[in-house]
């Protein structure tokens, strides 16, 4: 089965930048090209929100309201990884962020649209 390890956050201040990895490996019956991606995020009280996804060829994408304008998502298949890229941070920006694959079928801002999920990576964004 695929894996997906996300990588890049850390602690900033308001007004930074980061760059969050989401790398795919192991075994799967369909090339990593082949599927959407998507970001979603969550903090210790909140319920688990999207941020961000992108379709398999790269040419469409998906943000949260809350995001647009600061944060791009994109993906370089032939390293079999998404990105996030996060500028203008908040501090309510603060949240566990996971990466997932989208399954086939399913609106792209639903955690139900999505099969496999990455552990995360902590963001931290302080005043």
């Known amino acids: 089965q695929v894996q997906l390890v996300e990588s890049g956050g850390g602690l900033v201040q308001a007004g930074g930048s980061l760059r969050l990895s989401c790398a795919a490996s192991g075994r799967t019956g369909r090339t990593f090209s082949s599927y959407g991606m998507g970001w979603f995020r969550r903090a210790p009280e909140k319920e688990r929100e999207f941020v961000a996804a992108?379709?398999?060829?790269?040419?469409?994408?998906y943000y949260a309201d809350s995001v647009k304008g600061r944060f791009t998502i994109s993906r370089d298949n032939a390293k079999n990884t998404v990105y996030l890229q996060m500028d203008s941070l908040k501090p309510e920006d603060t949240a566990v962020y996971h990466c997932a694959r989208r399954a086939d079928s399913g609106d792209y801002y639903f955690p139900s649209s999505y099969d496999i999920w990455g552990q995360g990576t902590q963001v931290t964004v302080s005043s």
């Open positions: 992108i379709r398999w060829s790269g040419s469409t994408t």
